[in-house]
């Protein structure tokens, strides 16, 4: 069946350091893929997407490539800063049903 | 524009007990979805509506979990009776219609059960 496996948190990084957080799946098909950020007290909230093959889907300054060959969609980010302190998941959707399939979680803190 | 709105934030109860909670979604957003996010793990779906109308429900404990949308607005989940494995964050989202499972799901933020 469709999975997500993502990097185990925490994550603590300092301000300005370059992030990575690895995301890989398993799937039927050719699923969309994505990252929701969940702030501290907030609902989850959709980062970035990518639907197809070599797709990047970016915001907020973070990126994630859609990787067919390796089943891969890191995310990344250039230069961290204190405000992106939450969790992360990578989560997959079938194209042809509405249901998403969510990894585990990354906690990401960062330090000033 | 109002979020998906949710209540209580938090609950505490002992097994056994019945709770229910309660999800309003963004106006005029016709898909309606519960999920189950136990500590540790990414969110479940447990049910999504269709207007007043359930398009799957494949991973609800159908023997201790229920839900409604009797007007295809707001909606509510029940869990009669809890048990200690039920504890978790139960989060309402919302979309404007289903299809193709990239159209955007819009968050509430979410009820914290604790069974005891």
């Known amino acids: 069946g469709n999975s997500v496996t993502q990097m185990e948190g925490p994550v603590t990084l300092s301000e300005e350091a370059f992030l990575t957080i690895n995301c890989t799946y398993t799937a039927t098909g050719y699923p969309s893929l994505f990252w929701y950020v969940q702030y501290p007290g907030e609902g989850l909230q959709l980062l970035l997407k990518?639907?197809?093959?070599?797709d990047k889907g970016s915001n907020k300054g973070f990126e994630a490539t859609y990787r067919k060959e390796t089943t891969s969609f890191h995310l990344e980010k250039g230069s961290v800063q204190v405000s992106d302190s939450a969790v992360y998941f990578c989560?997959?959707?079938?194209?042809?049903?509405?249901?998403?399939?969510f990894g585990k979680g990354t906690r990401l803190h960062i330090l000033p | 524009e109002a979020g998906v709105a949710q209540s209580p934030r938090y609950k505490i109860i002992e097994k056994r007990q019945s709770v229910a909670f309660w999800c309003n979604p963004i106006s005029g957003h016709a898909t309606l979805y519960w999920y189950q996010q136990i500590l540790g793990q990414g969110p479940k779906l447990l049910i999504q509506f269709q207007n007043n109308g359930v398009v799957d429900d494949s991973q609800l404990p159908k023997d201790r979990f229920s839900a409604e949308r009797l007007k295809g607005v707001d909606s509510t989940l029940k869990i009669q009776p809890a048990k200690l494995e039920d504890s978790a964050v139960y989060l309402c989202?919302?979309?404007?219609?289903?299809?193709?499972?990239?159209?955007?799901?819009?968050f509430g933020p979410g009820t914290r059960l604790t069974v005891l």
């Open positions: 990518a639907t197809k093959a070599d």
């Open positions: 989560a997959l959707s079938d194209p042809n049903y509405d249901k998403i399939i």
């Open positions: 989202a919302s979309s404007l219609k289903a299809g193709g499972g990239i159209r955007p799901k819009f």
